[in-house]
């Protein structure tokens, strides 16, 4: 780690993996951990579900806190944070990395995945794939941070899976730092959701996805607003599902019969991330890593 704080910047050629795989031919179970990591609190919702679905596995997760948001940033800033984060992952020894941040996964993901032998994940596919086979009238809506809407991400995922499908992409600068700071139910959150969904309501979508990790948390909200006719698609139920297949494909599961851990690490004020990432993981957080 650097005298500042922040993860130390990781180089692209990096290509080295752990010596020895265990579990990699089924003989034996895999114990290393899975690692997350994500712009703030938001991917916790992406933990949460990963810890309710894969109870058995041992997670641990990042959270750039101090360098969030990433939203406003350029999308070569935010390939350097992605890659920073990665690299400390890889060095705690994880079996496999899932980027729950959308706006990391968005600029980032395919140059991770060339760059590194860690299987690594993202959160865009899982949703878009679930927002095709959800959408009945083929206008999908994708509610998502700057960085995320600017790389085409889901536009491309989307058309990817169904080239006939019409996307409606709404860049929400406001929400994520809102909900960031633990103000999920104030009438500014309320203003912000309002103006986000009008221009979706207006297009006539049937589905929207959640493209950034903090959107669940006003769900209600979005609900109200959009009405009941309206998919929401929460690309932290769809990850988690495909960690579990990717973990049972390739051999890298843990002894189901145990019961795992989790851990967290921040760049930011530890305290903070405690307060508000426990409302985001409806679990307890006992400690937290400042690094």
């Not at 992605?82 to 079996?95: C, R, T, W």
């Not at 730092?177 to 309501?201: F, H, M, N, W």
């Not at 988690?240 to 390739?250: D, G, M, V």
């Amino acid at each position: 780690m650097s005298d500042s704080g922040q993860i130390p910047y990781a180089d692209t050629s990096f290509t080295d993996t752990p010596e020895a795989l265990p579990g990699l031919l089924g003989e034996e179970p895999d114990r290393r951990a899975v690692g997350v990591f994500d712009s703030g609190v938001g991917g916790l919702t992406v933990l949460h579900e990963c810890l309710v679905n894969l109870p058995h596995e041992d997670f641990i997760y990042l959270g750039d806190t101090g360098s969030f948001p990433y939203g406003p940033r350029s999308l070569s800033e935010v390939r350097r944070l992605a890659f920073q984060a990665a690299q400390f992952l890889i060095e705690a020894g994880v079996k496999l990395i899932v980027v729950a941040c959308n706006s990391a996964g968005a600029a980032a993901l395919p140059q991770l995945q060339a760059s590194f032998e860690t299987p690594i994940v993202g959160v865009v596919m899982p949703g878009a794939r679930a927002a095709v086979q959800e959408t009945r009238n083929r206008r999908v809506g994708v509610l998502a941070t700057e960085a995320t809407i600017r790389s085409n991400a889901y536009q491309n995922a989307l058309h990817s899976l169904d080239a006939g499908v019409e996307v409606f992409p709404v860049a929400c600068p406001r929400l994520a730092p809102l909900i960031q700071a633990g103000d999920v139910s104030s009438v500014d959150t309320e203003s912000a959701v309002r103006e986000y969904v009008a221009p979706l309501k207006a297009a006539g979508v049937d589905t929207v996805i959640l493209g950034c990790t903090h959107f669940p948390l006003v769900t209600p909200m979005l609900r109200r607003l959009l009405g009941p006719t309206v998919s929401l698609v929460n690309s932290a139920e769809e990850i988690a599902r495909e960690i579990e297949e990717i973990l049972t494909r390739k051999h890298l599961a843990n002894d189901k019969d145990r019961e795992g851990d989790y851990r967290f690490f921040a760049t930011g004020d530890p305290d903070d991330f405690r307060e508000v990432g426990a409302r985001f993981l409806q679990l307890p957080i006992r400690e937290v890593n400042q690094i």
